[in-house]
């Protein structure tokens, strides 16, 4: 079957920086997803990963490796409106969207 | 991006009822998605509307207890027959703005739908 896996949680400290890593096992690849979902909202679109390597979008980061089946996000300077669940998605050889759990990340003071 | 008018935006129904939940979309769209999302947990894909088809339906999910109609291409509506506690849940649409692999999905606000 098909599998993503994402920590449940994490916690953090405002200012700091955290890596939320995914991990997947799908048929085929076509693209890696992240999205952020506030409680309570609808998930939005972070960035995608289709090569191997990094790609960067302020203060976040997305990284793919597509041999380890692994992805992570990096967050920087972190912020108290960072904390949200963020969903890893992987769109697989039929281009359907796989859609992990999510991380809750929470931010302290 | 695009804006996604997802209505209501809340609900709370009871047993046996059936509620119809709408989806509009300020531009032409081919895919539009139906996603139930239940507390704590994952994004569970329902169904797959593109007009001038039938919704193709994903495992553990029957046109019979959710209809879905795509009338046109900013438009789409699902209803959850028959209801009980266990549809208790946070429905969302999303659409895809092109075609592509490589492009996102964007979500309307969402329904969240509570049975007694």
């Known amino acids: 079957g098909q599998n993503i896996d994402q920590p449940t949680e994490m916690t953090a400290t405002e200012g700091a920086i955290v890596q939320i890593n995914c991990t997947y096992q799908?048929?085929?690849?076509?693209?890696l997803f992240w999205y952020q979902q506030h409680a309570g909202e609808a998930p939005t679109f972070l960035s995608y990963n289709v090569l191997d390597g990094l790609e960067e979008k302020g203060r976040f980061s997305s990284f793919l490796s597509r041999s380890k089946g692994y992805s992570y996000l990096l967050l920087k300077e972190l912020q108290m409106k960072d904390s949200a669940s963020y969903l890893c998605a992987v769109r697989d050889r039929n281009y359907q969207l796989i859609w992990g759990a999510g991380t809750k990340l929470i931010i302290k003071p | 991006s695009a804006v996604i008018s997802q209505k209501p935006s809340r609900d709370i129904c009871q047993r046996g009822t059936s509620l119809t939940i709408q989806c509009q979309v300020d531009s032409q769209v081919t895919m539009m998605f139906w996603y139930r999302q239940q507390p704590g947990q994952s994004l569970t894909l329902i169904a797959t509307?593109?007009?001038?088809?039938?919704?193709?339906?994903e495992s553990g999910f029957v046109i019979d207890k959710f209809p879905i109609s795509r009338p046109n291409l900013t438009f789409s509506t699902l209803t959850v027959s028959n209801m009980s506690p266990e549809d208790s849940s946070i429905y969302l649409c999303s659409v895809e703005l092109g075609e592509g692999g490589n492009q996102p999905q964007h979500f309307g606000d969402g329904t969240r739908l509570s049975i007694l």
């Open positions: 509307a593109n007009q001038g088809s039938e919704a193709t339906y």
């Open positions: 799908t048929s085929g690849f076509n693209g």
